[in-house]
Nanobody, 116 residues
């Protein structure tokens, strides 16, 4: 079992920055991939960024150059640094972990609102 707890959401003005954190606990040794997804009202959940246990990263085209995902040395906390935020970045952001053998875990989600 893996438990994910997100933090760092809130209200930010357009052009601003915000960092999200996701702390994993439990069987973290089995995690091989962690990522951030988001879901805006009326839209499907979409991948924002992901990072493997080896440090390889993947980003959605809409956030490339603005968002950065990284993990701490222990690999139990993942951060999503988001710069140059736009109103269209408004969504509930979810942390995700993929483990071996294959299973997905999700955090409870954190609301991010980009508005003036």
């Amino acid at each position: 079992q893996v438990r994910l707890v997100e933090s760092g959401g809130g209200l930010v003005q357009p052009g601003g920055s915000l960092r999200l954190s996701c702390a994993a606990s439990g069987s973290t040794f089995s995690i091989n991939l962690m990522g951030w997804y988001r879901q805006a009202p009326g839209k499907q959940r979409e991948l924002v960024a992901a990072i493997t246990s080896g440090g390889s990263t993947n980003y959605a085209d809409s956030v490339k150059g603005r968002f950065t995902i990284r993990r701490d040395n222990a690999g139990n906390t993942v951060y999503l640094q988001r710069n140059s935020l736009k109103p269209e970045d408004t969504a509930v952001y979810y942390c995700n972990a993929q483990v071996v053998p294959y299973r997905l875990y999700w955090g409870q989600g954190t609301q991010v609102t980009v508005s003036s």
